[in-house]
């Protein structure tokens, strides 16, 4: 690790990971982190060894849901959710994005911010689902048109 | 109790019935609204994922908007309320930042939940109350951003909060304790990891079916769309029957108070509050 | 007042000629015989043979002080002091001048320049010499009783050690009987005893002594004076048992109604089950409302405990056999006086409610570590225990520090469970098992038990499970391992923060606290020293500490006290005075006394507390007036001691540097230089200072008008003074005076303030040189004329 | 021309007093604000003693030389020691002049 010490990218909250103990509270209390073999305090970890790229190539990062579960509990103070989004911004300039995260939900959102300033849940589930079938796809179709009667999708 | 009202992406989509029962309880509780016109997605959490900047300018744009018509703003949406909130404490502490945009009063930002159990007061609900709804169990779930990071204003807490239990006692109904209620449900990650969403959202349903409520109270659009629309599809994954009509808090409040369930958009409902109904005579 | 002629006599000595070799001390002679009233002045190279011939000078009148130059050993020191007592000469006439440690000596330093020097130092001292009088210590009045507040384990063996050396004490408790927290846990660690045994020991020497007056049920409701003469008033509580007839038989209890009802914890009754109904079972007191004094039965006497009584019930007293019922005593007030305070007010354990992520006071089966000391008498079948350490403490949202005792509480607690319950399975989630010193031993003693398994992981939510069992999820840090846990019983190891009763005596005494709320003290040199003169404080009001330190602190904390209980305070003469007819009231010396030894007199003007004051002199430093001078270092000898450096001696572009060095540590770093023998440049004097508080800007200012070309001040460190902040006091002001000078037109950096520690005589050589430079680089005063 | 005091500076000598330029002004002109600073109640009034600059233990007031004098630049600052005394005149050009006296009535 020690060898891959690279210089940290400054940004408002990446020097706090060093004031982590490893405690691993955000672990524990992450909903998400038995999902990836990362876990929050690995993310952190990386960090305090100065482990940018790696941190920043954590399957872990696009699953964070940003509950800030592990912010309100840290003992030490360290605001974990937003490091995590600042490693995802990191990991989009740098190209560290590994092949397999499907960034596209993301892409969809920001454009149509940029070009209606409002969000159509409608046009964004339409765009992601075109990229990726999702896992129960005839619930999902039932499930559209009972939005449409109900005049939830406009 | 004069705000202007932030109604934000989800309120005039899949949330309309929130939108329409919030404006109908309102007005029967004497909380002053007016909506803006010209408002801008907050970029939830993904303006913050990829552009610091444009999560910065999107919130800003509504905090100046209150700022010339003098009021506060309340948001419905916890997401809404967390990203306008964070941006205006930003604007309070950092004082270059206060003079960057200008400000000369930086509005208060505040969530529905807030201005219901706080700057309304659960007694003054409870006077209003035409219809208690007398044996009816409802179990509250706050998920994640209402309490988190900001404890609504700092007057709750993070692991225990309390406004919505103290709502539904107003109502006349029965709070149940929810363990879970501060989980989160997973909706953020719906498009991007469906996976992991429908499980997180699957753990919050079994557990509250354990519990068997009659219904499940919400105050956020997105927790709403998980339990409620995604209720038939997490009942495949967990192969078994939930059946829980979830509705939101100002569903709620709204039959309390005696207004016409249709005016408060529950004939919306994905997962049907029949018989639900029934039990409280509707 | 007749003023006397300072007549003096300088001698110089000059052990195995080591002056002769690097300054003409004819020379010097020469000089100094020139001054006035100057009566004699010789070279000495032998002490013992010319010591009779200035003994019989001074009693025959021919001087009246006496002056030293040269080094001197601690011995040496000793035998001029004693043989001159006893021929009547007061000491505080003689001053000392080491002209080798301020540099003389040094290698590659022009002869001729040391001369001058040399002349420059003693005329220096000489000035000073001239103003010395004749001081004697002052030896005021004291009361030989003192007063402890808190009986906890450190207020009884803090009583009983000066009960030992036959010293009154007023031992003043809040609750009915003595013991405090220590008596409410079931087994002290490391040998797993019962606390009530080590408690009783002390109790016993108190129910034999009569030097020992114990107010239970009492609170200090004021405490005047001064160190030596406190005046004090406490008030006690009805007890409504008269301690003279109750002898304890009990049949009181038997017929008293009412149970006092336990302390309200909400819990959710959804989540009580079998085990954790036992759990609360085992918890709950049967206390009644009349009963023996808590937590430990000394006094003897019953209490009751009215506001639990039913309306218009006379049941105890129909039942006393001895009539010792007395439902309508009254609270009273007592007053006595002491010479010291010792307080030993404890701890309080953190509210574990506030760490409301592990659901303490939701799920019934969540208890704090002290009510686990309660369950630990009769444990309820239990076969999953998790433990979770640092539950408040290390947090920034609650305790900051580590409470430091609860990891080995818990590990007790294991080794305990694990010999009633052998086949219990514990879990200890911890961030970091601190266990110093010999409490190593239970750590590896528990780790070799069998089914105790320690998770390096804090858990971040307790959630409940089936059948009223608890669920944990965390993450085993080590392994990196998601871990499940069903458990029948948590045990939070809750952190210990200062009592209520600390809280309520600060504000009562105005004694300053830490950002946690324990009492502030020199935690390194003078850990059991308050702020405040002849208030002690001991124990685990000072910080968390486990028992054996308490008492330790306690003990520590009765041998400070003594010197306060000796019937008369000795004041050494060094202490400030204040010139009346100069004072404004401008109040600065009171708000700047680190020890508050200041207060009005009835004119409004400042009044010292002799008995208070520590002889800083930083109120001699904040004067604007100068006003206040200590006993044995007036600001005028000061004044004169600076006027007399002819900056002069040293060719004109040579920068002249005057240092007041704090005697704490600077003095002592610039003095080792020399021993070391460092090159310490000659262009700097300096001037030994009790505190770097004590230098007055109206001193600097007089440097610069004679011609120094920078003054430099040295004291401790941040946080490392012994007089609180006489550091930061003095660099404030340099400060003001720095801006002062930049508007002038001078450099500012001609006063400068900088931290040195005692050993820090490279850096105090290194900083000299850097000055000098600096100094030169900016050209001469414009003051030198 | 009445002095100018530094806000930043003064501590109103811990305001529980009179401060120590309000006692000293011979005209009685220095009073305290609702801020607890120092400041000239009649800037009319004052004939530049300076008593207070030289009073001012925080060195926070300073002198305005009237305008018939010297302008601007212009500065007269006094330096209290033990028993002296300095002066710095600096005039409108900037040029410094500095005398140093000893006053030994302060000491005894």
């Not at chain 1, 929050?40 to 990062?61: D, M, N």
């Not at chain 2, 953020?188 to 009659?214: M, N, R, V, Y």
Request: charged share 25%; proline share 6%.
């Amino acid at each position: 690790m020690k060898e891959s010490v690279i210089k940290l990218i400054h940004t408002d909250t990446i020097p706090e990971s060093s004031i982590c103990v490893q405690c691993g509270k955000c672990s524990s209390g992450c909903p998400v982190a038995f999902e990836s073999e990362h876990s929050p305090r690995k993310v952190i970890r990386f960090l305090q060894w100065g482990c940018l790229k790696e941190a920043s190539q954590s399957p872990f990062l696009w699953l964070c849901a940003s509950c800030q579960a592990c912010t309100v509990r840290c003992p030490r103070g360290v605001n974990i959710s937003s490091i995590m989004l600042s490693l995802r911004r990191i990991a989009q300039q740098q190209g560290w994005v590994m092949p397999e995260e499907n960034l596209s939900y993301y892409k969809t959102f920001i454009n149509m911010i940029k070009k209606r300033g409002k969000i159509s849940e409608l046009r964004l589930g339409l765009a992601t689902a075109l990229h990726k079938i999702p896992s129960h796809p005839i619930e999902d179709i039932v499930l559209f048109f009972k939005l449409l009667k109900r005049g939830k999708l406009r | 109790m004069n705000y202007l009202y932030y109604p934000g992406c989800s309120l005039k989509g899949a949330a309309i019935d929130y939108d329409e029962s919030f404006q109908a309880v309102a007005s029967s509780l004497g909380i002053e609204i007016k909506e803006m016109k010209d408002w801008e997605c907050c970029g939830a959490t993904v303006a913050k994922s990829v552009d610091e900047g444009l999560s910065e300018t999107l919130p800003l744009s509504t905090l100046k908007n209150a700022e010339k018509e003098e009021k506060d703003l309340l948001m419905l949406c916890p997401s809404c309320y967390v990203n306008h909130l964070q941006v205006s404490l930003k604007a309070k502490e950092n004082e270059t930042f206060f003079e960057q945009y200008s400000f000369n009063q930086v509005p208060e930002v505040k969530q529905l939940l807030e201005v219901l159990a706080f700057d309304v007061g659960a007694e003054e609900i409870k006077k209003k109350i035409i219809k208690p709804l007398k044996g009816i169990k409802v179990l509250p779930y706050y998920g994640c951003l209402t309490v988190r990071p900001f404890r609504l204003g700092g007057k709750e807490s993070y692991e225990n909060p309390k406004v919505m239990e103290k709502i539904i006692e107003a109502t006349g109904a029965q709070p149940v304790f929810f363990p879970y209620k501060v989980d989160c449900c997973g909706g953020t990650l719906l498009l991007s990891k469906e996976k992991t969403a429908l499980k997180l959202c699957a753990s919050i349903l079994k557990q509250a079916k354990k519990l068997s409520p009659d219904c499940i109270v919400v105050a956020c659009p997105l927790c709403h769309f998980m339990l409620d629309a995604k209720q038939r599809t997490i009942e495949r994954e967990l192969k078994e029957k939930i059946d829980l009509p979830v509705l939101y808090i100002t569903q709620l409040l709204g039959l309390a108070l005696g207004i016409d369930y249709k005016k408060l958009g529950i004939q919306r409902l994905v997962t049907s509050p029949k018989r639900f109904l029934q039990k409280i005579g509707v | 007042m007749q003023k006397t002629v300072p007549k003096t006599g300088i001698f110089i000595f000059d052990q195995g000629k080591r002056l002769a070799r690097s300054i003409d001390l004819d020379a010097v002679i020469q000089r100094l015989a020139r001054i006035k009233n100057v009566i004699r002045c010789e070279v000495l190279t032998d002490l013992a043979a010319p010591l009779p011939s200035i003994k019989e000078d001074f009693t025959s009148d021919k001087f009246n002080r006496i002056f030293w130059v040269g080094k001197f050993s601690d011995y040496q020191k000793k035998t001029i002091q004693s043989e001159l007592s006893s021929a009547g000469l007061n000491p505080y006439m003689y001053e000392w001048c080491d002209l080798e440690e301020q540099g003389i000596g040094t290698k590659g330093v022009d002869s001729g320049i040391q001369t001058q020097k040399a002349i420059i130092l003693i005329q220096m001292t000489l000035a000073r010499t001239r103003l010395l009088e004749p001081l004697e210590p002052l030896e005021l009045p004291a009361v030989d009783a003192s007063l402890i507040i808190g009986a906890g384990v450190s207020g009884l063996h803090t009583a009983t050690s000066l009960i030992g050396l036959c010293k009154k004490v007023y031992l003043v408790e809040k609750e009915s009987g003595v013991g405090g927290k220590v008596a409410s846990l079931h087994r002290l660690y490391p040998r797993i005893c019962d606390p009530r045994c080590g408690l009783e020991f002390e109790i016993q020497k108190i129910r034999e002594s009569d030097m020992i007056e114990v107010h239970t049920l009492s609170r200090v409701k004021s405490l005047f004076g001064s160190p030596g003469n406190f005046d004090v008033r406490i008030e006690k509580q009805s007890r409504y048992v008269s301690e003279e007839k109750c002898n304890a038989c009990g049949e009181c209890m038997k017929v008293c109604p009412a149970v006092i009802p336990e302390e309200q914890r909400s819990r959710e009754s959804a989540f009580i089950n079998e085990t954790s109904q036992q759990v609360l079972n085992s918890l709950k007191s049967d206390k009644k409302a009349i009963h023996p004094a808590v937590p430990m039965t000394y006094p003897s006497t019953f209490v009751i405990e009215r506001q639990y009584c039913p309306p218009d019930c006379r049941e105890c007293v129909k039942a006393c056999p001895a009539l010792a019922v007395e439902l309508e005593q009254t609270s009273s007030e007592l007053a006595f006086k002491v010479g010291a305070v010792i307080i030993t007010t404890g701890w309080d354990p953190y509210q574990l409610s506030k760490v409301d992520e592990y659901g303490y006071g939701i799920y019934p089966n969540v208890i704090s570590n002290l009510e686990m000391e309660r369950l630990l008498e009769d444990p309820p079948v239990l076969k999953e225990i998790g433990f979770i350490q640092c539950a408040g403490s290390r947090d920034e949202r609650h305790l900051h520090y580590c409470s430091s005792v609860c990891c080995s509480v818990s590990l007790k607690q294991v080794l305990f469970l694990k010999e009633k319950l052998p086949d219990a399975l514990c879990y200890i989630f911890y961030q970091d098992m601190r266990t110093p010193g010999f409490d190593e031993e239970l750590y590896q003693k528990v780790k070799s038990l069998n089914n105790v398994i320690f998770i390096r992981g804090n858990p971040s939510t307790v959630k409940p499970g089936d059948n009223g069992k608890l669920r944990i999820h965390a993450e085993d840090t080590l392994s990196g391992k998601e871990i499940d846990l069903s458990l029948d019983l948590l045990v939070l190891a809750g952190g210990m923060m200062p009592s209520q009763g600390s809280f309520e005596i600060a504000q009562l005494l105005n004694l300053p606290q830490n950002n946690f709320g324990f009492f502030e003290s020199h935690l390194q040199c003078h850990p059991e020293e308050s702020q405040r003169t002849g208030i002690l404080v001991g124990g685990a009001c000072r910080g968390p500490m486990n028992i054996s330190q308490s008492i330790e602190s306690s003990h520590r904390a009765a041998m400070e006290v003594l010197p306060f209980l000796n019937r008369t305070i000795l004041i050494e003469p060094k202490y400030p005075v204040l010139d009346l007819t100069k004072c404004d009231k401008c109040k600065r010396c009171m708000e700047e006394c680190p020890f508050l030894s200041y207060v009005f007199d009835e004119n409004g003007f400042p009044s010292l507390d002799l008995t208070k004051c520590r002889q800083c002199g930083n109120c001699m430093g904040i004067c604007p007036l100068i006003a206040i001078s200590l006993r044995n270092n007036t600001i005028k000898q000061i004044a004169a001691q600076v006027q007399a450096i002819k900056p002069s001696f040293i060719s004109k572009e040579e920068p002249v540097i005057l240092a007041f060095l704090c005697e704490n540590d600077a003095y002592h770093a610039a003095q080792s230089a020399v021993e070391y023998g460092l090159p310490v440049p000659p262009n700097v004097f300096f001037i030994k200072v009790p505190c770097a508080g004590s230098v007055n800007n109206a001193l600097v200012a007089d440097a610069l008008a004679f011609g120094i070309d920078g003054v430099l001040i040295a004291g401790c460190k941040d946080g490392q003074c012994h007089y609180v902040k006489g550091n930061q006091l003095v660099k404030t002001r340099s400060g003001d005076l720095s801006d002062k000078l930049q508007k002038m037109m001078i450099d500012p950096q001609r006063v400068r303030f900088e931290s040195l520690e005692i050993r820090d005589s490279k850096k105090y050589v290194e900083l000299v040189k850097s000055y000098i430079e600096e100094l030169r680089a900016m050209g001469p005063n414009p003051f030198k004329s | 021309m009445p002095p100018k005091i530094d806000r930043e500076k003064c501590d109103s000598c811990k305001a529980e007093k009179e401060s120590l330029c309000e006692q000293i002004c011979p005209g009685d002109l220095m009073t305290l604000d609702e801020d607890k600073k120092a400041y000239c109640r009649m800037p009319r009034d004052c004939w530049d003693c300076m008593s207070c600059v030289k009073a001012c233990p925080k060195g926070a007031i300073e002198t305005r030389i009237p305008y018939q004098l010297g302008y601007h630049v212009a500065k007269l600052i006094p330096m209290m020691g033990t028993n002296t005394i300095t002066w710095t005149c600096i005039d409108i050009n900037g040029k410094v002049e500095r005398f140093q006296y000893i006053n030994r009535g302060m000491l005894e």
